[in-house]
């Protein structure tokens, strides 16, 4: 028989039984796994949907409805991404022992199993990793953070699936029957699903405005910012302190229409107002909800002669960056609730909500609600 380094000793005491506790074994770790898989495909779906919103295939068209579709599936992804902590922390530590065995590889499927286990390991922890920087907006990571965290979900998802075939009939046999080794595995799991649930309590205000205040663990809250909005991006880091506030500022709409229309501020609202209550959803998990004034786009649409089945692109005065220009279907832009707006909470936009006129419109990712906007090109 090979003798383990020492090192293993010290870390778990001999193999095979000799680790102190009896909660490494496979019922409590088939448990985690269970909920693990769920988690990871719950994130999967949601973050699914957040790509192809922003980056929709031509085929796809996003419904402009039910008007908070987003708020809640990018909230169920990040709240239940860091409710995912702790129970991989805890499977982690209930498999320890196994991924410590020796001699490392057995043979040439021990070695591909071990790899695909190594894999699964390494995706999951990058992508807690990774999400939680990136909503602490900490981007210590030299790469850009949704390509990377986009390609990882589909490898951790591949040898989430494979681990799941491969440990199936181990799961079944262990969940199913009865155990009657008298562990009590349940206080382990219930203090593992306490910890999960403390998580959700102190984030989920940050989208769940009732529990705002509960929200001490969550980056952004509800009713802080500007007319009691929270800001991502503000004027000064979007290098339009000068031009959004120009009094010759004006918005032009053009492309396919039978008549390009130009408009000051004044005559913008000299045009009928609209007043809607709808959230800004922000791709990091956040969500408040506004009272936003100003005129329909599909009525600008309709003034322009645009066709009924128009695509639109909103342009920014900002000079550069992903999120200066964004796409509107038709679905968006005939739907009554979509307004580029004047005013929030009765005044007129600050500077760093999207001041002199902003793209607001339901069931829509924040960042595609292009602020301090002057073209609306219809194609
Ligand atoms: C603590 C856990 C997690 C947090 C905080 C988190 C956070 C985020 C954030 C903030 C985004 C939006 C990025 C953007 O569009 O700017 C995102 C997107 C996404 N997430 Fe996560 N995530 C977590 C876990 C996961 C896991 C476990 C998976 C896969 C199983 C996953 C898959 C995705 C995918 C596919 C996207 C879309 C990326 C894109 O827009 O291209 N995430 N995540």
């Given amino acids: 028989m090979v003798r383990q380094p020492a090192v ?58 039910p008007v908070n579709l987003y708020r809640v599936t990018q909230g169920l992804h990040v709240i239940g991404g860091l409710a995912t902590i702790p129970l991989l922390l ?69 040898a989430l699936i494979i681990h ?23 206080a382990f799991l219930f203090t593992v699903a306490a910890a999960s649930g403390a998580v959700v309590l102190t984030t989920v205000g940050e989208t769940f405005s009732p529990l705002a205040r509960l929200a001490v663990l969550a980056p952004r809250r509800p009713g802080i910012g500007p007319a009691g909005l929270p800001v991502n991006k503000s004027a000064l880091a979007a290098g339009v302190t000068t031009t959004a506030r120009k009094p010759d500022w004006t918005l032009t ?16 609202r000299a045009l009928p107002q609209h007043t809607e209550r709808l959230p800004i959803a922000c ?49 968006h832009c005939r739907d009554p609730l979509t307004l580029l707006a004047l005013d929030l909470n009765g005044a007129p936009l600050d500077l760093d909500h999207g001041h002199p006129c902003r793209l607001i419109a339901p069931n829509r990712p924040g960042v595609l609600q292009t602020k301090w906007l002057h073209t609306v090109v219809v194609t």
């Fill in 253 to 268: 709409v053009t492309g396919r229409v039978e008549r390009e229309l130009t408009f000051s501020l004044a005559e913008l």
């Fill in 8 to 65: 293993l000793d010290r870390l778990g005491g001999r193999l095979g039984n000799g680790f102190s506790s009896r909660l490494h074994d496979e019922r409590t770790a088939s448990w985690l796994g269970i909920w693990l898989g769920v988690s990871f495909g719950v994130a999967f779906v949601t973050g699914l949907i957040s790509h192809f919103m922003q980056q929709p295939p031509d085929w796809l068209r996003w419904p402009s409805r």
């Fill in 90 to 158: 805890a499977k982690l530590w209930t498999v320890y022992p196994e991924l410590l065995q020796w001699p490392p590889l057995r043979s040439a499927g021990h070695a591909v199993e071990r790899g695909l286990v190594f894999l699964l390991v390494a995706a999951a922890l990058f992508q807690l990793v990774t999400g939680v920087l990136n909503i602490a907006y900490w981007y210590a990571f030299p790469f850009f953070f949704t390509v990377a965290h986009y390609w990882t979900a589909y490898i951790l998802i591949g």
């Fill in 164 to 186: 799941g075939v491969n440990e199936w009939a181990k799961v079944r046999r262990t969940v199913m029957k009865r155990p009657e080794d008298g562990v009590d595995r349940r």
């Fill in 283 to 331: 791709v990091e998990g956040w969500s408040a909800s506004g009272d936003w004034s100003g005129v329909r786009l599909r009525e600008l649409l309709r003034m322009a002669g645009a066709a009924a089945d128009a695509r639109v692109r909103v342009e920014s005065l900002e000079r550069g960056g992903p999120y200066r220009t964004s796409w509107l279907d038709p679905p």
